[in-house]
């Protein structure tokens, strides 16, 4: 089956970096992407890898390993405004999502 | 600027109704969606579609249908509302080809089902 893991909910101060992990196996692989979603919002791109390594857009930047079907979202410089819910999702023999990561960034 | 819109933000039915989710985008996108959003379960796919009149089972179809009449408008039809349907439903949108397969999803319509 399809399985997508990553942690229920982290917690960080402005001004700080963190990761958020995303572990994954499915059926087919093509790529791993990032989404953001405010409380009452729909979700919004981030970014897509489909080779391993760091894509970097900004203050996130997001990790894969295809050989540890493993990924991250890394977020510099914490911002009030980056608490929020953040999936992943994998392109596979269709879209399977995570169940999010929500984000507290605290002053 | 990209734009999924959905019918209705909210929707209240009676069990057993037949139920109607439209969504329109105006990017000429080829592929469109249907999740549902539940807390803790993250997005779940319902049906896709790649073309009109095309239409792939998702991983949660049972009591759900699709209609793709036209190619920005994409309809999820639940035959007889359940209140286990109660959620919310997000449309999206995405082109292809697409070098990084974004998604572009509507505000989502939440619907209760009593």
């Known amino acids: 089956g399809q399985s997508l893991e990553q942690p229920s909910e982290v917690t960080a101060v402005e001004g700080a970096i963190v990761q958020i992990n995303c572990t994954y196996q499915t059926s087919g692989f093509y790529g791993l992407s990032w989404y953001q979603q405010h409380d009452g919002g729909a979700p919004t791109f981030l970014s897509y890898?489909?080779?391993?390594g760091l894509e970097e857009t900004g203050r996130f930047s997001s990790f894969l390993s295809r050989s540890d079907s493993y990924g991250y979202l890394l977020l510099q410089e914490l911002q009030m405004k980056d608490s929020a819910s953040y999936f992943c999702?994998?392109?596979?023999?269709?879209?399977?999502f995570g169940s999010g990561t929500k984000l507290n960034v605290k002053p | 600027d990209v734009k999924v819109t959905q019918s209705s933000r909210y929707l209240v039915k009676r069990t057993g109704e037949k139920v109607f989710l439209e969504c329109v985008q105006d990017?000429?996108?080829?592929?469109m969606f249907w999740y549902r959003q539940d807390p803790g379960l993250g997005l779940r796919l319902i049906y896709f579609?790649?073309?009109?009149?095309?239409?792939e089972k998702g991983d949660i179809p049972e009591g759900y249908s699709v209609s793709r009449e036209k190619k920005e408008r994409f309809s999820l039809i639940l035959e007889s509302a359940s209140t286990n349907q109660t959620s919310m439903y997000l449309c999206?949108?995405?082109?292809?080809?697409?070098?990084?397969?974004?998604?572009?999803f509507g505000p989502g319509t939440r619907l209760t089902v009593t």
């Open positions: 999702a994998v392109l596979g023999n269709k879209f399977y």
């Open positions: 890898n489909a080779l391993d």
């Open positions: 579609s790649y073309d009109v009149k095309m239409k």
């Open positions: 990017m000429d996108h080829e592929n």
């Open positions: 999206a949108s995405s082109a292809l080809p697409s070098s990084t397969y974004e998604q572009y």
